[in-house]
């Protein structure tokens, strides 16, 4: 089975090809194509990878190259992480926002439409070539803004693309380990949009435990998200976010902490990466401790002023445990490919599972996966607040999606200025007006 990788120089990748490591199945990943942009970043991570499989003698071909179409071909699953405009792109997203008192974060806010209005486009033309080069293929994507990225290319590839975040993941099986439970039995009812979701419900044996831990202060200070947001907050909400809801229910003081902070969280990967790539030219530099150092001090340092914001201390052993968005992807493929049924929390087109939202619009929820792709199942509907804060989001996703189709301004100032963290269309202006300053590839936007 061939599995292509585009984005195949970034440094996430290794943890892809590490999972594939552990698959001893039959049926498995033989061959993997990186597919890059960047000759030197493509580089780095064969070297990675190449140490990766030292001495595993079953471990996948590992073929790169910057010819797209020549990754494509013969695809059994497309694997998509690109990021369109790179680190300092995120880092420009995240500073102009700031510079103008709204969040300044990769996916949300004024932050995640600059970057989705970059790289729909970009997501489009991928769709289309797939499409043509590979109709066999399943597309996996993990390029952010993740469920409109989805959105954008379904409508190419219909439901043979599929969403992963490992978000929703990680704050399962917390919520499960903190109730006693195994994460692999418990059934978790979850619902909203990528980086805009709520666990609504645990079940373990047919029982939800969910309220247990509801009733409970000392189970809720005892896990990430508890400290985050809150036992007050958690308790009237009757639900457990997704720790993407923080810049939302603390939007003030994380805009706040972001304005004070020595660096951007994107001008922060963008030197510590800038100097792994560079090591990594260096002709004997060990490259999988290389690659150890900077993912554990990246994976450590995530949402950091949030947590400080919040007075939640620094991150939990358990919270930097390897096992998330790879793995998701593994367990995918391993469903589609092989008919194991499992149940996934992915990013799939809504059908009738949320009400509040039309059949195409792309949704985050538990799933079910068998050869024939991934189904979603019911969940509880959403209260009042999450149906608000999903039907705007998810408005803006459209707005984004006019004006990546059509290049008109005036859906891409909407898209700004419906957002519930910028809600100003003076604002939303200048904010189009500075990232088209700032970003060539934003020049599709007509001006008039």
Known sequence: MKLTILGGGGFRVPLVYGALLGDHAEGRVSRVTLYDSDADRLTAIARVLAEQARDIADAPAVVATTELDEALRGADFVFSAIRVGGLAGRAADERVALDEGVLGQETVGAGGIAYGLRTVPVALDLARRIARTAPQAWVINFTNPAGLVTEAMSRHLGDRVIGICDSPVGLARRVARVLGADPDRAWTDYAGLNHLGWVQGLYVDGRDELPRLLADPALLASFEEGRLFGTELLRSLGAVPNEYLHYYYANREAVRAYQEAEQTRGAFLRVQQEDFYARMRRPGTPARAAWDRTRAEREATYMAE?????????????????????????????????????????????????SVLDADAVVEVPCLVDANGAHPVTVSPLPYHAVGLVTAVKAVERAVLEAAGSGSRAAAVQAFALHPLVDSVTVARRLLDRYTDVHPGLAYLDRG
Do not use: C, F
């Open 306 to 354: 949030n947590r400080e914001v919040a007075g939640a201390g620094e991150r939990e052993e358990s919270d930097l445990e390897s096992g998330g968005y790879e793995q998701v992807a593994l367990a995918l493929m391993r469903a589609v490919a092989r008919n194991e049924r499992t149940s996934l929390i992915l990013n799939v087109r809504n059908r009738t599972t949320l």
